[in-house]
């Protein structure tokens, strides 16, 4: 027993969000085992749940005083985390940056809280303080077929919507290029990150990071010019639009099958992308999501799931927790989960370390991560909102930018969006205070 440990084992449960990959926490219990035997005092019990029902779960066990010390919520179920309550009615969770109370380690392990890229501690800044340690991480970025850029005329990747533009008149120039210049994902989460990198936000107090957010705001001018920037490419014939939301695999076989030269995707897409380019024998680069060139990027939409922790829990366990999180994010173990599951690395010291081995030299596509990660001017409010019921929101706002790709008005058609999202936010904080019904897209989760 290390000196400092305790006379008896002390368990820490975890709930952690299982995704749709084969042994896609396997991982993650190895880096358990890892922890245990440098801390013999403590055993980790890991249970893996869809990301779509652990909130519910925790919310269940909660009520029954069984919460978990650790539980993993997705970046967009935020809110869900916040409103989430113990059996006494008290906030279910605590602040990490609060736990951690200044100390530089914990159990013998190194606190990494200041060592996160900017933007992703900025990301997960809600009330002030760092509430919750990502575990798994991704971002939106650009996929580009080099091969017919270059017969293009264009020797460089665009970074601004401007650029973009002209990329894709110039393939609409080759005489045998592909049908369109560019494919993405009929999703909010694209707007999102439009928001977030313009620096505009989606709803008050702070967009939801400072106190709950009660309104919504989708008639902004930075909305208006990224969906006049996105139907106009439609209606100039450069975007190819699927007519399919959420088209992930659509616009994925359409790069591949290069009916498109360029394609916005997520960062989970790079190993994939650059094995089927390999396969269909044209040139691939990754780079970072372009953003409106007038002015600097503020932010970043992130997605993933991040580690909560519970309050009030013995010492202890407390300890032992805020410990496991910290080894989990320490430059080694956070390379091995980047490694086996695409989650971007989040930290310096784990991005120095894939440097030093090489591995970056190797896998340059996922280098382009942690600079799209540092891109960023604004303060936490800009790295996108903390709303409850946001996934029926995003399909308020997925549905208006569908009807505007196929006709519809943009001003008017985003107007009732806002009226459909407002009532959707307003339905969802009547439940969490407890002045409302349970709807089912209070708890629904979705990627």
């Known amino acids: 027993m290390k000196p400092g440990a305790p006379d008896e084992v002390v368990v820490i449960e975890a709930w952690l969000s299982e995704f ?9 219990r190895e880096r358990a085992r890892e922890f245990e035997k440098a801390h013999p005092g403590y055993r980790i019990d890991i249970r893996g749940y869809s990301y779509e029902k652990l909130p519910e779960a925790v919310a269940e066990a909660a009520a029954r005083g069984a919460a978990p010390a650790i539980a993993t919520y997705y970046a967009g179920a935020s809110q869900l985390a916040r409103d989430a309550r113990a059996q006494d009615g008290s906030p279910l969770f605590v602040s990490v940056e609060k736990a951690v109370a200044g100390r530089t380690e914990i159990l013998g392990e190194r606190v990494v809280l200041d ?31 080099t091969t017919v850029l270059r017969q293009a005329g264009v020797d460089a990747l665009p970074r601004t919507w401007q650029e973009t533009t002209a990329a894709c008149e110039a393939v609409a120039r080759l005489e045998n290029g592909p049908g369109h210049g560019i494919a993405w994902p009929v999703d909010g989460k694209f707007i999102q990150h439009a928001l977030a990198q313009q620096g505009a936000l989606l709803a008050d107090a702070g967009n939801g990071r400072y106190g709950r957010a009660g309104k919504l705001d989708l008639g902004s001018q930075a909305l208006a010019d990224y969906v006049d920037w996105w139907s106009g490419l439609h209606r100039d014939g450069h ?48 780079g970072v999501l372009p953003r409106n060139g007038a002015m600097p990027c503020a932010g970043n939409w992130i997605g993933g799931d991040s580690l909560w922790l519970t309050d009030a829990l013995d010492p202890a366990v407390r300890d032992g927790a805020l410990a496991f999180m910290q080894y989990l994010n320490s430059p080694r173990a956070a390379a091995e989960w980047h490694k086996a599951s695409g989650s971007a690395p989040a930290t310096y010291g784990v991005i120095a370390l894939l440097e030093e081995e090489g591995w970056f030299d190797l896998h340059p596509h996922h280098r382009v991560t942690g600079e799209q990660l540092e891109l960023r001017s604004g303060p ?11 996934h029926a929101i995003q399909i308020a706002m997925m549905e208006a930018m569908r009807d505007v790709l196929d006709g519809a008005e943009p001003r008017e058609r985003f107007a009732r969006a806002g009226e459909r999202a407002q009532t959707l936010l307003d339905d969802y904080n009547a439940y969490a205070q407890g002045t409302g019904p349970l709807t089912p897209d209070c708890l629904t989760v979705r990627i």
Do not use: C
């Open 115 to 145: 060592d996160f890229l900017p933007g992703v501690r900025e990301y997960y800044t809600v009330d002030g303080d760092f509430a919750t340690v990502p575990l798994t991480l991704s971002t939106m970025l650009l996929y580009a077929n």
């Open 20 to 28: 749709p990959f084969p042994d896609f926490l396997e991982p993650i």
């Open 239 to 286: 975007y190819l639009h699927t007519g399919v939301p959420e088209d992930w695999a659509g616009t994925f076989k359409a790069l591949v099958n290069q009916e498109v030269a360029l394609r916005f995707s997520s960062s989970f897409d790079a190993n994939y992308m650059v094995r089927a380019a390999e396969e269909a024998g044209f040139g691939l680069e990754v």
């Open 380 to 390: 936490p409010e800009a790295h996108g909102a903390v709303l409850g019921g946001f």
